[in-house]
């Protein structure tokens, strides 16, 4: 057996509607659809051959136990997004590599770890 495609990543927010906007204001990601169990909302956001789920739950603002280090996007639009990022005020830090491309970090509203790479690792 092997993994065909990472269908989704995960992330707990405690405003769907907030995070929704700025992932789509940040890297234009356009809703899927959208889901409600119970008190839970949640939206799939388009990544192409994946998802980016966002899900709000009313009784726990926090995520549930386990973590990850942070979401890494190849963006085709590196200095726009530095423009977009630079315009909503959030800190980041650039970074260049070896070969000249270059790397940012900042943080979604969330606090959720963000890296956006201007030439994807797996050419």
Known sequence: MMVAKLDHIGICVRDLEAAGKFYGDVFGLQEHSRLNLGTTKIAFLDLGSSLLEIVQRAEALVAPPGSWSHLA????DFDGLIKRVKGMGLPFREMSLEDG??????????????????NPFNQ
């Not at 996007?73 to 085709?76: K, L, P």
């Open 73 to 76: 996007f190849t963006v085709d």
């Open 101 to 118: 491309s270059r790397i940012v970090f900042f943080k979604d509203l969330e606090g959720h770890d963000l890296e956006v790479d201007e």
